[in-house]
């Protein structure tokens, strides 16, 4: 069906779309009508639906219908679509092409990412398209050009996809701060970001459209979709369930069961939370599955991108069984074949996991379905807490940085290439940018000495002059090299160095970071991209390698904290204790774990959201203590620091801690009086869960000054301190990290007040050990009841500790061997 000739130069009426959609058959949802008419009546907002639930048709046919209000032939860019992921950028162009070739014949959409070409670049900056799809970090680089104002002179609305992937980075922040130079220059900006998983959707609404009013009412509306989606969530249960678990024991027991499930279905994504268990899991499915091959895929995102779009292109033709694929799938691209999604291990946290699960059934109407494949059987207990949790639709909040500097610097540089600002003028502006409605005059001007001259230290060097004022007090680059450099860094991701991984006949597999690549030897033989690989050397940033012959190779390892449970899936799971310390056992899961839980409670006591459970014990080692406040793995290295910094001001002493997401372990050559400590008492009787003094006591109980160097590291890379490199002159990874310390010692020495330095500190104490959780969950532990047991051997809980401090120690093959002599006299004694 064709739009009215009288409209192929603008956009569809509200008629036209209704007809459209009455030809398919279909009819529009109340969410999607309730969108369009905000948006003809020129209103922001924020659209929270669930997955596959037609949020892309709700935004863009806003943004279509827009174009009927225009007087005229519509020219130049009116639609401004900003993704997360470069991935979903072809995705969703030929999804806007679809309907606009319909709808609006005089639109072009266009994709301007990473992966666009030069060619296609110039022939944009030519002729704009009328809907262009970009990243932030595109975006950042078209504000960064002279005549950015000019280019987005048209611009009507602006729709973010997937805003809560970006609100809680700093990529967020840097969109922020993007449309906060847009509304600056297009007042009546119409800007929608679109969401499925999300909890505080009215913080959500306040980060994407800022800080002012609209017509003297708060800025923007909040759309809700229908939530009634069906989201089935199971698990498949192990045929033995280990009374005294480690983590990852399960291993390739789940295999099998993994691959029946697989067998039944005729599309399954296989999920894993990091690229190494891809690998694995992969491999190993392969190798049970021969007559597989070229039916199941491998996906994470160090492949290459050829890889990685052949693999997306089969799953949307349905030529793949399965895929195994980690969080480079989360997230929108549209696989209507897929059928079945399974988790390997606990996902950690609610929104993760409900994001996970649209990856099925991705359509009105049809129900999404996640398995839980557990890794050990604690897992199980998160898996019954995260059922009963995306039942209750719990899902988490997502933090939002709070006046990062280092991003601001960034912009101020972005902005006086693309265009040059006057101080004040510029200062209003970021003010409207949620992230630094706080930003104080003092803050504003550190910034601009900073950029102007490299702060108090350095003054000296030129190439740290980056914006000075000209005679009209505009703010301007003014050195072209300098700008060539900061538009090569313009952006907020940071990682590791990485090394292209080609074969000796020059096909590329991916990329590698530098550390793994450099730790390998001539011949040693690594798997990756589903192949076992044999390294020959490395050349100019390229690690050349063949196929091996052998069987075995070493995993392919990448940086990258392990996720931490989320405060919702613990409290899931402390719910689903205190109902089994009253006996109930509901569900499959809570019946599979049943055993290890009665002797959890046989020998000490369960958990719970009332009861914080303590316990010590001597053994050949020395002396230990168990603690379970089920606050996740980062709260508890920060708690289990704290305890030891605390009892070592009373007396001299050194622990060993073991931390997992569900206690701790701190454990000591000398007696510890635990019991003075913890006997008879309640939560807010005890010295250790003191909160007057955290913030310094954390601070003195880590190694605070290494922790905020490393995170230094990304600070300056993104305030345009480090500068990694030109194209195929990359710097390497140990170039990166001794700049990064050198400005960190200079500023730590002579510059005391550099704001730089105080956010890489902040950043550990809210990113890294969740310093806020951290209080909370000592708040809460004021609140309960103590529950000290002495034992006389490792409980089921506590045994899972002690693994995590073997396997510091100990090699694979040792560690099961000790693990294996343990259980068996544990086993022993449970069952007297």
Known sequence: MKAPASKLASGPTPTVVKDWFAARGWKAFPFQKEVWKAALAGKSGLLHANTGAGKTFAVWFAALQRGSLAKGRLSGMRVLWITPMRALAADTQRALEESAAELAPGWTVGARTGDTGSAERARQSRSWPTALITTPESLSLLLSHAASQEQFRHLDT?????????MGSKRGVQVQLALARLRAWRPELVVWGVSATMGDLDLARQVLLGVGEENGEERGVLVEGDTRKQIVVDSLIPKDVARFPWGGHLGMQMLKPVIDEIEHYDATLVFTNTRSQ???WYQNILDARPDWAGVIALHHGSLAREVRDWVEMGLKKGELKAVICTASLDLGVDFLPVERV???????GIARLLQRAGR????????SRVTLVPTNSLEILEAAGAKVAVAQRRIEGRYVPNKPFDVLVQHLVTVALGGGFRSEELYQEVRTAWSYRHLSEEEWQWALDFVARGGQSLTVYPEYRRVLPDEEGVYRVPDTAIGRRHRMGIGTIVSDATIQIKYMGGGRIGSMEESFISRLKQGDHFLFGGRILEFIRVHEMTAFVKRATGSRGAIARW??????MSSELAHAALEQLRQAAEGRFEGPEMQAIRPLLEIQEKWSALPTIDTLVLESMKSREGWHLFVYPFAGRSVHMGLASLFAYRVGRRQPITFSIAINDYGFELMSAEPVDWAA?????TGVDVPLFETERLLEDVLESLNATQLSQQRFREVARIAGL??????GQPKSNRQVQASSSLFFEVFRKHDAGNLLLTQAQREVLEQELELTRLRDTLSELHARKVAYREVKRATPFGFALMVERFREKVSTEKLNDRVARMVRELEK???V
């Open 158 to 166: 602006i729709v973010i996809d997937e805003w809560h992937e970006l």
């Open 278 to 280: 891809s690998e694995i």
């Open 342 to 348: 399974l988790q390997v291990g606990s996902a950690k």
């Open 360 to 367: 099925s059934g991705h359509a009105p109407g049809r129900v």
């Open 559 to 564: 940086q990258g904290a392990r996720m931490p």
């Open 677 to 681: 400590e913890f006997a008879g008492a």
């Open 722 to 727: 480090v500068f990694q490199g030109y194209p």
């Open 829 to 831: 004694a449970a069952a």
